[in-house]
């Protein structure tokens, strides 16, 4: 089964910062990466997919790049609205979810 | 209105059984994979399920294989979650969520719309 790691677990930053999320997968996944967005209490809502594609609705200081193993999320400056648990999720499988990322205001 | 929702959560004893509902609406059903992600307290996301657009393939995460059944009733726009032999570790709250459709394509994922989900207490 492939296996996906998300780095840093925890993040915590200032207002306005660039922020960069990390998820690694155990074997290629082309660009098969999701990324979703879980606010405090909430339902999780896609943010990227595809590896780089926005999913509609979602505010353009969101990015997505990488393909094969190795993928990031950026926030280009973080909003106290950022504040979430952001999960990556290999999208063209039987799910596996990496472990999440907490992201805080300084 | 575009959304899902969940039924049939609550309390229910170790080894017992319990059926989750997620009610459709406001697109058509019978287009899209549908998938059942689950939610233990204060951890992360874990897949569960999932059943193809017309119901002929489905498949589950290792943690359930043999106890839990996916289905769906495209006739009433419902997705099924029949989970037997119960344990204290699949106390979570269950999430339905929809497999992407692009304009000419559908898909297995994303999930792309999700429901307000439905909290699965396992307790003696």
């Known amino acids: 089964d492939i296996q996906m790691t998300q780095s840093p677990s925890t993040l915590s930053a200032s207002v306005g910062d660039r922020v960069t999320i990390t998820c690694r997968a155990s074997q290629s996944i082309s660009r098969w990466l999701a990324w979703y967005q879980q606010k405090p209490g909430k339902v999780p809502n896609l943010l990227i997919y595809d590896a780089s594609n926005l999913q509609s609705g979602v505010p353009s200081r969101f990015s997505g790049s990488g393909s094969g193993t190795e993928f990031t999320l950026t926030i280009s400056s973080l909003q106290p609205d950022d504040v979430a648990t952001y999960y990556c999720?290999?999208?063209?499988?039987?799910?596996?979810f990496g472990q999440g990322t907490k992201v805080e205001i300084k | 209105q575009v959304q899902l929702v969940e039924s049939g959560g609550g309390v229910v004893q170790p080894g017992r059984s319990v059926t989750l509902s997620c009610a459709a609406s406001?697109?058509?059903?019978?287009?899209?994979?549908m998938h059942w992600v689950r939610q233990a307290p204060g951890k992360g996301l874990e897949w569960v399920a999932a059943v193809s657009f017309d119901g002929t393939n489905s498949y589950y995460a290792d943690s359930v294989k043999g106890r839990f059944t996916i289905s769906r009733d495209s006739s009433k726009n419902t997705l099924f979650l029949r989970m037997n032999t119960l344990r204290t570790d699949d106390t979570a709250v269950y999430y339905c969520?929809?497999?992407?459709?692009?304009?000419?394509?559908?898909?297995?994922?994303?999930?792309?719309?999700w429901g307000q989900g439905t909290l699965v207490t396992v307790s003696s």
């Open positions: 999720q290999h999208s063209n499988n039987f799910g596996t």
């Open positions: 406001g697109f058509t059903f019978s287009s899209h994979a």
């Open positions: 969520a929809r497999g992407y459709c692009s304009t000419t394509s559908c898909y297995w994922g994303p999930l792309d719309l």
